[in-house]
Structures are given as C-alpha cells and as structure tokens.
C-alpha cells in the first residue's frame, strides 16, 4: 500500500500541503536565523552576562528528541495498518511534546529564581525569546497532534492517502521543531 501511495502522489506532483508547509518551514528558520544573528551582533557589542542554561534545558531536549522519533513510528505504524500501535504512539507524541512545553516553562522559571530576567541582561532576554517563540511553535504542532488524534479515535481507522499525507505533514512540522531546537539549544549553550 505504501508503494502505492507513493506512486499515487509522484504522479501527480507536489502535495499542495506539504509545499506549503515547505514554505512556512522556510519562513521559520529565516526568522530563528534574524534571531541567532541578533543575538551574536549584540554579545559583541560588550556587557554580556554568561551564565549555563538550567538543566531542564538540556532534559526537554532529550524529551523533544524522543518525540520526534515516536512521530516517525506513528506514521510508520498507520500507514502499516497497526492501528492500536498507530493511537498509542499517537497519544505518547502529544506527551512527549507536552512534557518538552512544561520544561521549557520550567527552565525559564530556574532563569528568574538565579536573578536572570528580561531586564536585567540582554543575554538573558535573548534566551526567553528565542525560547519562548520556540515554545509558540512547538503549541502549534500540538494543536496539530491534537486534530491527528481527533481524527485517529473519531474516525473509522482507514489508512487513505489523504489521512497519510496529512499525519505525514504533522510529523514533517513536529521533526521541524525538533530539529530546530537542537540547533537552538547547542546555539545558546555553546556560543557564549
């Protein structure tokens, strides 16, 4: 079935979904780009307080990782046809980026209990931002997991192209972010 889908869609050229999404992809990263580049012209500019991330940091990046793979299993399992593995790794994944979002909020807590706020520095502002703008991302893919899981407990369990292409789309978008934040989070703990 896998096969033919593939077929199916190479015939008849790009998923207008996934060229969209393609191009929100791209709009993205030039964004968090204008936001890593700030953020080096400005550390060069003097008056840049160091200081390490909060080891929360560091766990829900380990967590969206995780995620990312349990992502690539749930797609892999629907379109196999496994339909209890398929809900299972479905709910997992929306737990997961759950658990990545409460981190986050948690690291960012830690920050403001060590003195570092959107005041006091701007290396500490920088942090919130592209965090936190991150973390906006990351509720919109859950959004996204939350409409797949609609679809996966509400309708009948039936691997059709359209419900492959649009679970596919949900993982591109979900892989994006993580990926994403890796490069962010390796950006902001190694570039000081």
């Not at 379109?79 to 986050?104: C, D, I």
Request: a positive charge; proline letters at 2%.
């Amino acid at each position: 079935m896998e096969l033919a889908v593939n077929h199916m869609e190479s015939k008849r050229g790009i998923n207008p979904l996934k060229f969209a999404l393609w191009i929100s992809l791209a709009s993205i990263s030039m964004l968090f780009a204008g936001f890593m580049s700030a953020y080096m012209v400005r550390q060069a500019a003097g008056n840049w307080f160091e200081f390490a991330l909060p080891w929360y940091f560091s766990a829900s990046t380990m967590i969206i990782v995780t995620s990312s793979v349990i992502a690539h299993l749930t797609v892999e399992q629907f379109k196999r046809g496994n339909e209890r593995t398929y809900k299972v790794y479905l709910v997992l994944t929306l737990l997961l980026g759950t658990a990545f979002v409460v981190l986050q909020y948690l690291g960012w807590q830690a920050m403001q209990a060590a003195g570092i706020d959107l005041k006091a520095n701007p290396s500490g502002a920088f942090v919130y931002v592209i965090s936190g703008v991150h973390v906006a991302h990351v509720l919109a893919g859950l959004a996204a997991w939350c409409v797949a899981i609609v679809h996966g407990f509400g309708l009948k369990f039936k691997p059709t192209r359209n419900r492959i292409s649009r679970l596919e789309i949900t993982a591109q978008y979900w892989h994006f972010v993580d990926l994403l934040w890796v490069v962010l989070f390796l950006f902001l703990t190694y570039y000081r």
